[in-house]
Nanobody, 121 residues
Framework: QVQLVESGGGLVQSGGSLRLSCVASGNIESINAMGWYRQAPGKQRELVASIRSGSSVDYSDSVKGRFTISRDNAQNTVSLQMNMLKPEDTALYYC???????????????WGQGTQVTVSP
C-alpha cells in the first residue's frame, strides 16, 4: 500500500511564501515522476509543477519564476517552494507520484489527500 502525505499549507498574505512537502511511503519499487497539482473551487485540477527521475522539470506558465519544485529521490520526497504568492494561487494542492510497487510492477498515479493554500489580498 502506498501513502502520499502532504504538509505545509496554510494562510498567507499576497506576496508571501509557503513551502509544501510530500513524502511517499509504502511498498514502492521506483518512482518515475513526482509533482504538485491544484484545484480551486469550481475549477478543474491543474498541473502546477512536476519533476522526473532525471530531474527535468515542468511548470505551469502561471507559476514560472515564482515556484520551485525539488525532489529527494533517496527520501521519496518532493517539495514546492512558493514565493510571491497571489490570491489566484488559492487552492487545494495535491501531491502526485507516478510509481510502481513491488506487488504491481506497472507505473500508476497516486495522490495525497491535499493541503489547503489560501492567499489573502
Amino acid at each position: 500500500q502506498v501513502q502520499l502525505v502532504e504538509s505545509g499549507g496554510g494562510l498567507v498574505q499576497s506576496g508571501g511564501s509557503l513551502r509544501l512537502s510530500c513524502v511517499a511511503s509504502g511498498n514502492i519499487e521506483s518512482i518515475n515522476a513526482m509533482g504538485w497539482y491544484r484545484q480551486a473551487p469550481g475549477k478543474q485540477r491543474e498541473l502546477v509543477a512536476s519533476i522526473r527521475s532525471g530531474s527535468s522539470v515542468d511548470y505551469s506558465d502561471s507559476v514560472k519564476g515564482r515556484f520551485t519544485i525539488s525532489r529527494d529521490n533517496a527520501q521519496n520526497t518532493v517539495s514546492l517552494q512558493m514565493n510571491m504568492l497571489k490570491p489566484e494561487d488559492t487552492a487545494l494542492y495535491y501531491c502526485n507520484a507516478r510509481l510502481k510497487t513491488w506487488k504491481l510492477p506497472l507505473y500508476n498515479d497516486y495522490w495525497g489527500q491535499g493541503t489547503q493554500v489560501t492567499v489573502s489580498p
